[in-house]
């Protein structure tokens, strides 16, 4: 999933084009902690530079526009540093003091590190684990994909609609690399190329992390970063997701019936073999009760998931500050974690993986997701850094007048702008929201904008991103998997990137407007 592929050691699986042919390792774009941990230090380092000062805030914490003023930072030089050193503990488990706004672990107030969605995050990984160690959801798209053989169209569709709710709802990415050796062959005996194949499963779950609604480790994160609920603005981002779906499965079908038509005008032309490599597609076993009881138990998690998080009276009403209905859960990461581990739990138990074996593969999928939740941490500590050297009000202070009179649209599709080349530098999309939102979230509240559609605009710039750059292993390894050239890739994907950029454009500017 996006989470861990933007994490991985160096960025590229094995076998990508960091290896030269000499076996020489070329340049490999630094991982997102090593990202992370020079930004800290570069911040840490300008604080020293930029003026400290504060804005005057309201009750919850929000920032009046037009209050800001200079202040003194506090500390010695021995004192700042002593802020450096404690960066990621604060960022996990800092405590907030409401009478001087400084963080630190033994301070008294609210937490303001980012322990809630760090467990969070690992108990999701658990989840996670724990369902893909019963083979039921390989085992269900298999199958899909050898029942719709015979019909090439719907055959594309359905993966790339499946891979696309997988994503949308829980960050689906990196394990797709494990269905090239299915899919490819499927796509050649249809009459396909190996760019079908690479597009319907590189866009389809692409483009449902990046409209994700209710994505734990793109919304999610986001949202609590910029304090708000997970399902505020999930009307706007489940239409975004419905359209943007569409218009991807529609330019690969496009793609698909051109090349089907007319083998000569593939962009990466056929291998020797391939044609015999069709034939080699075999049936695969067929679904177990197990596997259907664990696939439903999974949908009602996710589902339920959903429900816990929407503001129902809000969002069936459209008024933010409507009274909450009795049946509202409004839960958070706290809960969210729980729920996670008690499914991690269920699922074994439904799936009878025994008590050692449930024990390991629980530890195994938290620790396979300590890097993404390391992440997160980090970015929170940088966060921590520039609070309390008072450099984050100067900050937001710099960008106030530019965003002071502009309109509501046009503020939308700045957020998203802005943070394409932040998405390249820090292809983790935890990182990437927990570094932004503190300075996005308040911009919003200048700008007479919701913070969720800055979210939205936030996770759509991060996922239009990752369909293409050559920093996450998603593509680079999907790539390398599919034996299709990077740059090949590049010229079949650039023509869908100009219109999802222009639909997302579209999608946030009204979001902004309706708000």
Not at 76 to 85: M, N, Q, T
Not at 170 to 176: H, L, M, Q, R, V
Request: hydrophobic share 55%.
């Amino acid at each position: 999933m996006d989470r861990r592929t933007d994490d991985d050691a160096d960025g590229q699986p094995t076998g990508a084009e960091g290896d030269g042919a000499d076996g020489k390792r070329g340049f490999v774009f630094p991982s997102a902690l090593t990202v992370l941990a020079a930004v800290t230090i570069v911040v840490w380092a300008l604080a020293f530079v930029i003026p400290a000062g504060t804005y005057r805030r309201t009750e919850d914490g929000t920032p009046v526009q037009g209050t800001y003023h200079r202040d003194a930072a506090p500390g010695d030089f021995v004192h700042r540093l002593g802020e450096l050193f404690l960066a990621p503990v604060n960022g996990l488990y800092g405590v907030r003091d409401p009478r001087t706004g400084q963080v630190a672990a033994d301070a008294t107030g609210v937490l303001y590190g980012s322990a809630a969605v760090f467990l969070f995050v690992l108990a999701i990984g658990a989840f996670i684990t724990v369902v893909f160690a019963t083979g039921a959801l390989d085992r269900g798209i298999e199958r899909l994909a050898h029942r719709l053989r015979a019909r090439g169209a719907l055959l594309i569709a359905g993966i790339m609609a499946v891979f696309s709710l997988l994503g949308t709802v829980e960050g689906f990415a990196e394990e797709t690399l494990g269905f090239y050796g299915l899919i490819v062959p499927l796509m050649l005996a249809l009459g396909y190329d190996r760019m079908v194949a690479t597009g319907a499963i590189i866009l389809g779950a692409g483009v449902g992390v990046l409209a994700s609604t209710v994505n734990p480790f793109a919304t999610g994160v986001a949202s609590s970063a910029a304090d708000v609920s997970l399902g505020d603005g999930i009307a706007l981002r489940f239409a975004m997701w419905v359209v943007l779906t569409g218009v991807t499965i529609g330019y690969v079908l496009w793609y698909a019936h051109r090349v089907r038509a007319r083998p000569e005008r593939s962009l990466v032309g056929f291998l020797p073999g391939d044609r015999e490599l069709a034939a080699a597609s075999e049936e695969p076993p067929s679904l177990t009760g197990l596997h259907r009881t664990v696939l439903v138990v999974v949908t009602l998690v996710f589902a339920f998931m959903i429900f816990s998080v929407i503001p129902w009276s809000s969002a069936l009403t459209g008024r933010a500050d409507a009274e909450p209905y009795g049946w509202e859960l409004n839960w958070s990461f706290a809960q969210l974690a729980a729920l996670f581990i008690t499914a991690a739990l269920l699922v074994g138990i439904v799936a009878r993986l025994g008590e050692q074996r449930l024990s390991a593969v629980i530890v195994q999928g938290a620790a396979d997701f300590i890097a993404p939740a390391l992440t997160i941490v980090l970015a929170r500590g940088v966060t921590v850094i520039m609070n309390n050297a008072r450099i984050t009000d100067t900050v937001l202070h710099s960008i106030e007048s530019a965003v002071s009179g502009t309109a509501a649209s046009l503020f939308g599709i700045m957020v998203f702008v802005v943070n394409l080349p932040l998405a390249f530098l820090i292809p983790s999309t935890s990182g990437h929201a927990t570094l932004a939102m503190p300075i996005l979230a308040p911009l919003a509240d200048f700008a007479g904008v919701s913070r969720a559609v800055v979210v939205t605009a936030w996770q759509a710039a991060s996922g239009w991103m990752n369909l293409w750059v050559p920093t996450t292993a998603v593509v680079v390894g999907g790539v390398s998997l599919a034996k299709v050239g990077y740059d090949r890739y590049l010229r079949f994907v650039w023509p869908l990137l100009a219109v999802l950029a222009v639909l997302i454009c579209g999608f946030v500017a009204f979001g902004a407007v309706a708000t």
